[in-house]
T-cell receptor
Framework: SQQGEEDPQALSIQEGENATMNCSYK?????LQWYRQNSGRGLVHLIL?????REKHSGRLRVTLDTSKKSSSLLITASRAADTASYFC??????????FGDGTTLTVKP | NAGVMQNPRHLVRRRGQEARLRCSPM?????VYWYRQLPEEGLKFMVY????????ESGMPKERFSAEFPKEGPSILRIQQVVRGDSAAYFC?????????????FGPGTRLTVL
């Protein structure tokens, strides 16, 4: 399967702690994107990282990409209860379509 | 610049009926992608279209499902003779190109419930 894989499947932390989610894939990619999805809602685009980039930041979010290991990580620092959601990685190849992982469900307890 | 529009947002159908889902891409985007999300799962690719052409339908079920993106108007995902297993959220995304660094912009989704 070419599907991305994410771990952990579920993560529960206290407000103020950091949350790290990982994503692995099996093919050469053009870019990788991270999305957030609140229960029953649409996707919110968080960060796009290109294959020639190693790290990107956006506010409390930090994404890394290691193309040699075919893996990416999303770090959320100083988490808040409002960060509770499912987080998905999706990678793009020359084929155009996005391939999604099954997501990490993050619960941030107040 | 309006984002990707999908309608309806919620659709209820009885088994055997037809479901038609519409997607209007962002202005200037000629590439459209449809994805399906079953409960508690990630999005699964269904079909990739450009204006008047199907580029990749490798994720589309062989029967009952069809998609089009006409020269004028929205892209349509059509499901004939719906079954309960078709109940899911269907997301559309668009991009301006298929280029190396294309970013896909997602619509809010259509939630299909089959009774």
């Amino acid at each position: 399967s070419q599907q991305g894989e994410e771990d952990p499947q579920a993560l529960s932390i206290q407000e103020g702690e950091n949350a790290t989610m990982n994503c692995s894939y099996k093919t050469s990619i053009n870019n990788l994107q991270w999305y957030r999805q609140n229960s029953g809602r649409g996707l919110v685009h968080l960060i796009l990282i290109r294959s020639n980039e190693r790290e990107k930041h956006s506010g409390r979010l930090r994404v890394t990409l290691d193309t040699s290991k075919k893996s990416s990580s999303l770090l959320i620092t100083a988490s808040r209860a409002a960060d509770t959601a499912s987080y998905f990685c999706a990678y793009n190849t020359n084929a155009g379509k996005s391939t999604f992982g099954d997501g990490t469900t993050l619960t941030v307890k107040p | 610049n309006a984002g990707v529009m999908q309608n309806p947002r919620h659709l209820v159908r009885r088994r055997g009926q037809e479901a038609r889902l519409r997607c209007s891409p962002m202005k200037g985007h000629s590439h459209v992608y449809w994805y399906r999300q079953l409960p508690e799962e990630g999005l699964k690719f269904m079909v990739y279209l450009q204006k008047e052409n199907i580029i990749d339908e490798s994720g589309m079920p062989k029967e009952r499902f069809s998609a089009e993106f006409p020269k004028e108007g929205p892209s349509i995902l059509r499901i004939q003779q719906v079954v309960r297993g078709d109940s899911a959220a269907y997301f559309c995304a668009s991009s301006p190109s298929r280029g190396e660094y294309n970013e896909q912009f997602f619509g809010p989704g259509t939630r299909l419930t089959v009774l």
